[in-house]
Every structure is written in C-alpha cells, then in structure tokens.
C-alpha cells in the first residue's frame, strides 16, 4: 500500500513562467526573460562612460 502524502507537508514546487514574447523561449526569472529579448530587440542600454561603446547586458560592460 503507498503511503500518503499529508497535505500540510506537501511541497509545491510551482514557479512563473515568463515567456519571451518573440520566440518560444521561457525563463524562471523576469530578469532572464528581458536579458534574453534585448537580443531580438538589439536594445543596448549599457553605456561605458569612457569610450560610450553600448551593451545588452551590464555583466558585459562590466568585463568590458
């Protein structure tokens, strides 16, 4: 006989979901989400403040 599971201890593992809106990619994370559309959009706000070279993500301009 399985054991049963008591409701009050149950785990739900439910995560959103946010989907790109240009193609069927779908990301855990909001953040991700929009990091990832910047690459169909070509947005760059990152700007270097020495040589005003633009990025689609702050990580880049930040090794950059």
């Known amino acids: 006989m399985p054991a049963q599971s008591n409701p009050r201890t149950q785990r739900l593992?439910?995560?959103?979901v946010y989907?790109?809106?240009w193609c069927d990619k779908s990301f855990s994370r909001r953040d991700h989400c929009q990091r990832h559309?910047?690459?169909h959009t070509n947005e760059r706000p990152f700007q270097c403040h020495v040589c005003f070279a633009t990025f689609g993500r702050r990580d880049i301009l930040q090794r950059h």
């Open 13 to 16: 593992d439910i995560k959103p």
């Open 19 to 21: 989907l790109c809106h």
């Open 37 to 39: 559309e910047r690459a």
